[in-house]
């Protein structure tokens, strides 16, 4: 009886030591991931929610979870430097890092890239399948369930672009101009063949100066920009100044960046979008 | 008799200092130039990046790609290629077409995408070029997430 006992707690422990710990950067992840591992792994934020990803920085708890970690999913171009930099700078042992963004066609902004791809339906599926590779290499075993579940995936986000396509069919949008507030929207608008002709922050979060403002004001006057898309979770005073100026349209968007984590945030904020885009261009 | 022969001192103009300094100055400054110009990765002889009006089709094709390796994997594709089969995205209203049983080229004006089964993987590849007769014509492919430059 002792041995069978003591079978079943060796048995029960290295399931147990075998089942991974995943940890990501950002909310979109934490959404593909669990959506992929389902219940055969854990995911753990490397972050709280609630602070700007583009000027934390780590403090001891973070670290102290970074060092707990068997896999880091990061976005890798830009947009999660204060975990890519510690991890770079601290080197944890048997940490392997997922770079989600190894196989996705960026976009080219100057010198740099683009790094919103998560908020897309495309590059957020392509990176469903660059993570759920990478962690079926670390888990065998369950390689095969986490590549069904990302099919899955996929086929769940892919549906959620269809009423857009469905109002497009029938539309000619090769008149709409475009602007945003920020870089984050190229590569959803890019999948409905939509171009952004100004982006107006500086820098994520940061408010033009007034000149800047008055420049792009100008620029959205002569270019006849019709909509403009800015971020629902940021306070743009300037954007009333923009609309009073020229009568431009408004259109909030989500960045995907912000409140608590959820396995279906990126399904239902993509969900949100999709809807005011569409409201957008049917407008 | 003292020795009334005076020892004429040239005055130190200083000249040899201001030698000495100005080498100085340009030995530290030659050493700092070339560690920077060390520490300076070298760029890649000029490459070409696919346009930012491809990129979205470039995803769909890599998505695509992922799909049929992950079919092929589970056995579940039938050895009778065809673009409908496959299910690969069109550009423009422009569909693949099949150049032999497991190559698939599309053209649009200068760019060329190109699928194929080689070695049981599938992959995808562009190419600056028109007139695609052959997915292993020797033109220079490059991947679909090529980039010029990291971020």
């Given at each position: 009886?002792?041995?069978?006992?003591?079978?079943l707690?060796v048995?029960?422990s290295?399931?147990?030591?075998?089942?991974?710990?995943?940890?990501?950067t950002?909310?979109?992840?934490?959404?593909?991931?669990?959506?992929?591992?389902?219940?055969?792994?854990?995911?753990?934020?490397?972050?709280?929610?609630g602070?700007?990803?583009?000027?934390?920085?780590?403090?001891?708890?973070?670290?102290?979870?970074?060092?707990?970690?068997?896999?880091?999913?990061?976005?890798?171009?830009?947009h999660?430097?204060?975990?890519?930099?510690?991890?770079?700078?601290?080197?944890p042992?048997?940490?392997?890092?997922?770079?989600?963004n190894?196989?996705?066609?960026?976009?080219?902004n100057?010198e740099?890239?683009?790094?919103?791809?998560?908020?897309?339906?495309?590059?957020?599926?392509?990176?469903?399948?660059?993570?759920?590779?990478?962690?079926?290499?670390l888990?065998?075993?369950?390689?095969g369930?986490?590549?069904?579940?990302?099919?899955?995936?996929?086929?769940?986000?892919?549906a959620l672009?269809?009423?857009?396509?469905?109002?497009?069919?029938?539309?000619?949008?090769?008149?709409?101009?475009?602007?945003?507030?920020?870089?984050?929207?190229?590569?959803?608008?890019?999948?409905?063949?939509l171009?952004?002709s100004?982006?107006?922050?500086?820098?994520?979060?940061?408010?033009?100066?007034?000149s800047?403002?008055?420049?792009?004001?100008?620029t959205?006057k002569?270019?006849?920009?019709?909509?403009l898309?800015?971020?629902?979770?940021?306070?743009?005073?300037?954007?009333?100044?923009?609309?009073?100026?020229t009568?431009?349209?408004?259109?909030?968007?989500?960045?995907?960046t912000?409140?608590?984590?959820?396995?279906?945030?990126?399904?239902?904020?993509?969900?949100?979008?999709?809807?005011?885009?569409?409201?957008?261009?049917?407008? | 008799?003292?020795?009334?022969?005076?020892?004429?001192?040239?005055?130190n103009?200083?000249?040899?200092?201001?030698?000495?300094?100005?080498i100085?100055?340009?030995?530290?400054?030659a050493?700092?130039l070339?560690?920077?110009?060390?520490?300076?990765?070298?760029?890649?002889?000029?490459r070409?990046?696919?346009?930012?009006?491809?990129?979205?089709?470039?995803?769909?094709?890599?998505?695509?790609?992922?799909?049929l390796?992950?079919?092929?994997?589970?056995?579940?594709?039938?050895?009778?290629y065809s673009v409908e089969s496959?299910?690969?995205p069109?550009l423009?209203?422009?569909?693949?077409l099949?150049?032999?049983?497991?190559?698939?080229?599309?053209e649009?004006?200068?760019?060329?995408?190109?699928?194929?089964?080689?070695?049981g993987?599938?992959?995808?590849?562009?190419?600056?070029?028109n007139?695609?007769?052959?997915?292993?014509?020797?033109?220079?492919?490059?991947?679909?997430?090529h980039q010029e430059?990291?971020s």
């Amino acid at each position: 009886m002792r041995t069978l006992f003591m079978a079943l707690l060796v048995l029960v422990s290295q399931s147990t030591m075998a089942r991974l710990t995943v940890g990501v950067t950002l909310h979109p992840y934490y959404s593909y991931v669990t959506n992929i591992v389902g219940d055969r792994a854990d995911v753990v934020p490397l972050i709280e929610g609630g602070f700007n990803p583009h000027n934390y920085q780590l403090n001891p708890s973070d670290i102290d979870r970074l060092f707990e970690l068997d896999a880091l999913v990061v976005n890798g171009i830009g947009h999660d430097m204060f975990a890519t930099k510690a991890v770079e700078r601290l080197s944890p042992p048997d940490l392997t890092v997922i770079y989600a963004n190894e196989d996705v066609p960026l976009i080219a902004n100057g010198e740099k890239v683009n790094p919103h791809t998560f908020v897309s339906i495309d590059a957020g599926i392509r990176q469903v399948y660059t993570i759920a590779k990478a962690l079926g290499k670390l888990d065998p075993e369950n390689k095969g369930y986490f590549l069904k579940n990302a099919l899955l995936y996929a086929k769940k986000l892919r549906a959620l672009k269809k009423p857009v396509q469905d109002l497009l069919i029938t539309k000619d949008l090769s008149h709409i101009r475009i602007a945003s507030t920020h870089g984050a929207y190229a590569y959803l608008l890019q999948e409905f063949g939509l171009t952004v002709s100004a982006v107006i922050e500086p820098a994520h979060g940061v408010s033009p100066t007034a000149s800047q403002l008055q420049d792009t004001i100008e620029t959205i006057k002569q270019q006849h920009i019709d909509v403009l898309f800015t971020e629902l979770n940021m306070e743009n005073r300037y954007v009333d100044t923009i609309e009073r100026e020229t009568g431009i349209k408004i259109f909030y968007f989500s960045h995907m960046t912000h409140g608590q984590y959820s396995p279906t945030m990126v399904e239902d904020e993509m969900s949100s979008n999709l809807k005011k885009l569409a409201e957008a261009l049917g407008s | 008799m003292p020795n009334f022969d005076i020892e004429i001192v040239q005055p130190n103009d200083g000249r040899k200092e201001t030698r000495n300094y100005l080498i100085t100055c340009f030995t530290v400054m030659a050493i700092a130039l070339i560690s920077l110009w060390m520490t300076i990765e070298p760029t890649s002889s000029a490459r070409i990046a696919l346009p930012n009006q491809y990129s979205n089709f470039a995803l769909q094709l890599s998505n695509t790609i992922e799909e049929l390796n992950m079919l092929e994997e589970s056995e579940l594709l039938t050895e009778l290629y065809s673009v409908e089969s496959l299910n690969l995205p069109q550009l423009h209203q422009k569909t693949f077409l099949k150049l032999d049983e497991s190559c698939f080229v599309l053209e649009q004006d200068a760019y060329a995408f190109m699928v194929e089964k080689h070695d049981g993987n599938w992959s995808a590849a562009w190419a600056k070029h028109n007139s695609i007769n052959d997915c292993h014509q020797p033109i220079e492919w490059n991947t679909l997430n090529h980039q010029e430059s990291s971020s």
